[in-house]
């Protein structure tokens, strides 16, 4: 479809004050969590699902190479309570993302989303992540592939360009590139990568925001579903952004300080629902962690995307040292363990 033709959808009409909200539906990309390799795998998910019920959950980035060839249902396998969830896929050889596409919507998935963002140098030998923004008649027709391949939503997360690319043009040209392929959402980490001499770390770091850029772009396609990432620290400012942008990924900041999550629903969906508490949601990972026992999942594969959840409170400091300290021998009483040791030392504070 070739962009600026569709009208705006009902979603983007409205004013948005929030006690109006109940009676629209949402853009499904409104909240999301980023993916993140060794990060949102799918006891992170199960976790953060469990403090949102609203926000759109990533998988990390799986090599499509990876799933057709190998155990896809090791990689792909997820809990129903996930949805939404997106799988996202790295590779840049049409016939094979269109086949890990078809398995991943086969598994369940809700989006497959195409990674052009990710600038490390493993990827960047297999031709695929953010050095694919140099390549956007390759990413079209990869969109297209997938896109015959399956009837969920097929989506882009990119950069907004990569090391002397003029940034407004490499975007621009990108996005009109791929979008007539079948690609209507685009998740746009807001700083270029640059691909030699900085490290995946300091490519999320050093390379300056420009979230102006990507505002420009939804103001000038307007059809399309613009969702901002990039250092976005809190709901205060995720909730400023969505006057401008479809929706807004949190990658960092919600697996840093997860209890953020808690607030989602109410605050940008106008849910009325109270936050889950800390203690429910520690029984209910305790419970997941023991069920997890029976199929040989170590407590610290699950603890460990939980050492932030008393970020900012009293106890924290203790929480976060009681679930590390054992590491790989820590039994199915972590989290009851490090609940009482983060409460005796908070009401010692
Ligand atoms: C540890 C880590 C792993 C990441 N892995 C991926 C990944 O697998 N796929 C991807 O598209 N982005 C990945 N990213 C980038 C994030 O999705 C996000 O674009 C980036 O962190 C900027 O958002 P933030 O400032 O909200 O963290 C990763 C980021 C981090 C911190």
């Known amino acids: ?24 539906s949402f853009h499904p990309h409104r909240f999301c969590v ?33 799933i057709v060839r190998g155990d896809a249902a090791r990689l ?58 140099k390549t956007p008649d390759l990413v079209a027709d990869c969109v297209a592939a997938m896109r015959a391949a399956v009837s969920v939503p097929v989506t882009v997360k990119c950069r907004i360009g990569v090391d002397d690319q003029e940034a407004d043009e490499a975007l621009f040209s990108f996005v009109d590139r791929v979008a007539p392929a079948g690609c209507e959402t685009f998740i746009v980490h807001a700083r270029k990568a640059w691909l030699k001499g900085l ?8 390379p300056p925001l420009d979230h102006a850029l990507v505002r420009r772009l939804k103001d000038a396609r307007g059809d399309l579903s613009v969702i901002l990432n990039g250092g976005i620290a809190g709901l205060d400012e995720a909730q400023a952004h969505l006057r401008h942008f479809d929706g807004v990924m949190l990658g960092r900041a919600a697996y840093d300080h997860p209890y953020l999550l808690a607030d989602v629903d109410r605050r940008l969906f106008g849910d009325a629902e109270r936050a889950p508490s800390l203690e429910s949601v520690v029984s209910a990972m305790e419970a997941y962690i023991r069920r997890g026992a029976r199929d040989g999942v170590k407590p610290h594969h699950v603890t460990r995307h939980m050492l932030g959840l008393f ?6 400091r203790r929480w976060r040292r009681s679930l590390s300290e054992k590491g790989a021998a820590a039994g199915p009483d972590a989290l009851s363990r490090a609940m009482a040791a983060a409460i005796s030392c908070a009401a010692a504070e």
Do not use: W
């Open 311 to 316: 970020h900012g409170r009293p106890g924290a």
């Open 1 to 24: 479809m070739a962009c600026g033709r569709r009208r705006p959808p009902l979603y983007m009409k409205r004013s948005s004050p929030l006690k109006e909200d109940r009676f629209v």
């Open 76 to 133: 792909l396998a997820f809990d129903p309570s996930e949805h939404p969830v997106a799988l996202q896929l790295g590779g840049s050889e049409p016939h094979v993302l269109a086949a890990a596409a078809r398995i991943g919507e086969d598994f369940g998935y809700d989006e497959i989303n195409l990674n052009v963002g990710c600038p490390s140098d493993r990827v960047q030998s297999g031709v695929f992540g953010a050095c694919l923004m």
């Open 199 to 206: 490290s995946p770390k300091e490519n999320r770091e050093i």
């Open 34 to 66: 980023a993916p993140m390799m060794d990060g949102t795998d799918r006891h992170c998910r199960y976790f953060h699902r469990l403090l949102t019920k609203r926000a759109r959950l990533y998988t990390e980035m799986i090599v499509a190479d990876a």
